[in-house]
């Protein structure tokens, strides 16, 4: 079982920029496609950005696409988050996700079913 971790979250103005990092533990995350979700008060979980295991496939949700960036680091078992040009729309909580498929398309990258461990979040919180 992969145990999984977010951090940086924290408060940003408009224009401003965050960097969320997602530590992960009892086990190598290194062969598993890695996400970060998003939910903010009243609103569905949605899909912000996957990236495949050796980070050769990258997906972003339209309303992040030249604003946030997603890497890894297999060696230090992370995945980071890098947020730009924050909006006050940005304002949720942020989760990190494990999909034990290695590749994006092998299923449904933007859908919650498809990843099988995930944190407890954190919040990002973008003032106007």
């Known amino acids: 079982q992969v145990q999984l971790r977010e951090s940086g979250g924290g408060l940003a103005q408009a224009g401003g920029s965050l960097k969320l990092t997602c530590a992960a533990s009892?086990?190598?995350?290194?062969?598993?496609?890695m996400a970060w979700f998003r939910q903010a008060p009243g609103k569905e979980r949605e899909f912000v950005a996957a990236?495949?295991?050796?980070?050769?496939?990258?997906r972003y949700a339209d309303s992040v696409e030249d604003r946030f960036t997603i890497s890894r680091d297999n060696a230090k078992n992370t995945v980071d988050l890098q947020m730009n040009d924050l909006k006050p729309e940005d304002t949720a909580i942020y989760y990190c996700?494990?999909?034990?498929?290695?590749?994006?398309?092998?299923?449904?990258?933007?859908?919650?079913?498809?990843?099988?461990?995930w944190g407890r979040g954190t919040q990002v919180t973008v003032s106007s």
């Open positions: 996700a494990v999909d034990t498929d290695p590749y994006l398309g092998g299923s449904p990258y933007s859908d919650t079913p498809s990843y099988e461990y």
């Open positions: 009892r086990r190598a995350i290194s062969t598993y496609t």
């Open positions: 990236l495949s295991w050796n980070a050769g496939s990258v």
